[in-house]
């Protein structure tokens, strides 16, 4: 999964300090790094969060809790999750 903190030092942020990819529109929310595709994602008073949607999985992460996305890896290995690897 790599990083997704260091995202925000890669990628530009918007006037509210979001990184955004793909169709996402941001209201009153503010430092937030969000990833999606063609699917709208409309965030709504939200702040430093990580949101990664997927075609087959969705991710919302406190950035606080950043380095514990390796946990939910490791979980998913164990339950032999491997298709979302």
Do not use: F
């Not at 903190?5 to 430092?31: F, M, P, W, Y």
């Not at 990833?35 to 969060?49: F, H, P, R, T, Y």
Request: charged residues 25%; aromatic residues 2%.
């Amino acid at each position: 999964m790599g990083s997704w903190l260091a995202v925000e030092r890669i990628k530009k942020s918007n006037e509210s300090g979001n990184v955004v990819t793909g169709n996402i529109i941001t209201i009153h929310s503010k430092n937030n790094i969000i990833q999606g595709g063609s699917k709208l994602i409309a965030a709504v008073g939200l702040e430093d969060l990580i949101i990664v949607d997927t075609e087959d999985a969705t991710l919302i992460c406190d950035k606080n809790s950043a380095p514990d996305i390796r946990m939910v890896l490791e979980n998913l290995k164990i339950c032999n999750r491997e298709e979302y690897l």
